[in-house]
């Protein structure tokens, strides 16, 4: 299958500071990438759809002037947490969808484990 | 709302047993269906996609698509402590919108 990277793969940071974390689909291009947020023994919750050349289309709830996404290549995505509170605390998961052969599925990345202090 | 429903389990099964998990969803215009094993404290990892009526194998995994009754279901056979996680099925619809269902817990015993 095809592979997606994510960086860093756990961050600390104080409150008050602002995160970014970067999503790459390394052996695709994908012009649509995904950010998700899952709590412990939560399900995956989706935050945002992150378009190639595009703004960000994010879902109900999700703050967008708090949940910076950016999407400069066909191959990277970029989710900036800013200004982050202890609540921000989660498992940051982004997903590339590939179109091979007309068949669209979506990989996910490894996850990034952010702690805000 | 489209809607994909799985049961959350736990779904316990002996060593060397078939796991039967299943899944339906809303929309009757779905086109691409998946199975992803997610691992505790790890990221979804595709295992089975399925993109037309009937059956597909992989390994010890066979995945089933029923669309006239919009019902979806992996099979693992010889199921293995190592199979014991969390899967998600998640559909794509006829919008190009994938969604996910909450999960179903397998636990196999040794």
């Known amino acids: 299958g095809a592979v997606v990277s994510q960086h860093p793969s756990r961050v600390i940071c104080k409150s008050g500071t602002s995160v970014k974390i970067e999503c790459r689909s390394l052996?695709?291009?994908?012009?649509?990438m995904f950010w998700y947020r899952q709590f412990p023994k939560k399900s995956l919750m989706l935050m945002a759809t992150s378009n190639e050349g595009s703004k960000a289309t994010y879902e109900q709830g999700v703050e967008k002037d708090k949940f910076l996404i950016n999407h400069a290549s066909l191959t990277l995505s970029t989710l900036t947490v800013t200004s982050a509170h202890p609540e921000d605390s989660s498992f940051y998961i982004c997903s590339a969808r590939s179109l091979a052969g007309r068949q669209e599925t979506q990989y996910f990345g490894p996850g990034t484990r952010l702690l805000v202090l | 709302q489209k809607e994909v429903e799985q049961n959350s389990g736990p779904l316990s099964v002996p060593e060397g047993a078939i796991a039967s998990l299943n899944c339906t969803y809303s929309?009757?215009?779905?086109?691409?269906f998946f199975w992803y094993r997610q691992y505790s404290g790890k990221s979804p990892e595709l295992i089975m996609s399925?993109?037309?009526?009937g059956d597909k194998e992989d390994g010890r995994f066979t995945a089933q698509i029923n669309k006239a009754s919009q019902y979806v279901s992996l099979l693992i056979r010889d199921s293995q402590p190592s199979d014991s996680a969390t899967y998600l099925c998640a559909v794509i619809d006829r919008y190009s919108t994938l969604t996910f269902g909450k999960g179903t817990m397998l636990l196999v015993s040794p």
């Open positions: 399925i993109y037309s009526n």
């Open positions: 052996d695709f291009q994908a012009t649509t």
């Open positions: 929309d009757r215009g779905s086109q691409s």
